[in-house]
């Protein structure tokens, strides 16, 4: 049974960055479309950013430029680097994964992936 594990969430002042981690456990994500997600309160969960299994990568409007999403096959794990912080970058994100060899900017407005994470807590303030 596949499982991911988030981590590296906490609370950082505006300007700040974060680096989130999500290991996957019970198989190998080299085969893998892997994304982060997020969700603030009282809104709908939202695409982050998406990369491929070949390294493709997408990113939301919102933070675009400002985060990057990598993976380490050998690690079996997908990161987060959150630069620039601003308020509305508080959420609760979410690592999600699926082995379908799933493609395309159009996975950021999908909820389809096989495997979710439990969530780490991302809080920004002023």
């Known amino acids: 049974q596949v499982q991911l594990v988030e981590s590296g969430g906490g609370s950082v002042q505006a300007g700040g960055s974060l680096r989130l981690s999500c290991v996957a456990y019970?198989?190998?994500?080299?085969?893998?479309?892997l994304a982060w997600y997020r969700q603030a309160p009282g809104k709908s969960r939202e695409g982050v950013a998406v990369?491929?299994?070949?390294?493709?990568?997408f990113y939301a409007d919102s933070v675009e430029g400002r985060f990057t999403i990598s993976r380490d096959n050998a690690k079996n794990t997908v990161y987060l680097e959150m630069n620039s912080l601003q308020l509305e970058d508080s959420a609760d994100y979410y690592c999600?994964?699926?082995?379908?060899?799933?493609?395309?900017?159009?996975?950021?407005?999908?909820?389809?992936?096989?495997?979710w994470g439990q969530g780490t807590q991302v809080t920004v303030s002023s």
């Open positions: 999600a994964a699926d082995p379908r060899g799933l493609v395309g900017r159009w996975l950021l407005q999908t909820l389809d992936f096989r495997t």
């Open positions: 019970g198989t190998t994500v080299s085969r893998y479309s």
């Open positions: 990369i491929e299994r070949e390294g493709t990568t």
